[in-house]
């Protein structure tokens, strides 16, 4: 055989492994990718859409929505009554405890809710742990886990108090009284993985849990009432408590306010 054509043959199929093998560690154009995970880019913003909208959903599933997606096709923006942004709570299908019901007539079953990784909104905060586990799986994702969280937060300024509430990690309520901001505005709140906003902004629940502080069980207590879904970050009121070793595990999974939102991976 023509020692050429071996050679040819040989360089064409290492180069096909190759091209196979970088295309399996690619994440989506929403995520980064963390060793062996994608952990969204931004912050998550949860979205009512229809589940008619086959085609929105697709771009949702694939991590290739943007924000002019899905304002264009009809979604609607959900969180905190008092966050600009927002327009929307929750619909009554999708209630706190994370136990949705299908939208009739849908198929595949779907409450229509879904966790987007989108620059240029601001984050979905005044959800529970139950409902952000689930808008993540809704999406085709899942929360992200504290030890993944930790790794993708590497590189990110820990600014404390030095917040200049325009390019750093959003630590301080400005005197304008605005609170949470778009995801990804800040550009230097970047780690070095190119996550965003890990620091600052709204906290971010993560898959773990752990024991409730300052909680002990008596016969009298639920022990499931002494358990904490674990929160990383901090958020735009901690100031020098935020940063990237900022942990707290004093909030049950069924609590939810303006400062607590969640990143989802892959």
């Not at 560690?25 to 998550?44: H, I, L, M, N, T």
């Not at 909104?121 to 139950?130: A, E, G, H, L, M």
């Not at 971010?204 to 849990?209: G, N, P, R, S, T």
Request: charged content about 20%; overall charge neutral.
């Amino acid at each position: 055989m023509d020692p050429k054509r071996i050679l040819v043959g040989s360089t064409l199929a290492i180069s096909l492994v190759t091209s196979a093998a970088l295309g399996a560690s690619q994440c989506p154009p929403d995520a980064v990718r963390v060793g062996p995970a994608c952990v969204d880019k931004y912050e998550a913003s949860v979205w009512q859409v229809s589940p008619t909208n086959r085609a929105l959903i697709r771009k949702i599933l694939a991590g290739r929505v943007i924000a002019r997606d899905l304002t264009g096709g009809g979604a609607v923006l959900i969180g905190c009554e008092v966050v600009p942004d927002a327009v929307a709570n929750y619909p009554a299908n999708f209630p706190n405890g994370g136990q949705w019901t299908p939208v009739p007539g849908s198929d595949p079953p779907s409450p229509g809710i879904y966790a987007v990784s989108v620059a240029g909104v601001r984050p979905t905060t005044c959800t529970s742990w139950f409902r952000a586990a689930q808008a993540c799986r809704l999406s085709g994702k899942r929360l992200v886990r504290n030890d993944e969280w930790q790794d993708a937060a590497a590189g990110t300024p820990d600014p404390g108090v030095a917040d200049d509430h325009t390019t750093t990690c959003n630590t301080t309520r400005p005197t304008s009284a605005v609170d949470l901001v778009a995801t990804g505005s800040r550009a230097s709140c970047r780690s070095s993985w190119g996550a965003f906003d890990m620091v600052g902004n709204a906290a971010e629940w993560v898959a773990d849990w752990a024991p409730l502080v300052d909680c002990s069980p008596t016969p009298s207590v639920d022990y499931s009432a002494c358990l904490a879904a674990v929160v990383r970050g901090g958020n735009f009121l901690d100031g020098e408590r935020a940063g990237v070793f900022s942990v707290r595990n004093d909030s049950e999974p069924g609590f939810g306010d303006v400062g607590i939102g969640f990143r989802c991976a892959r």
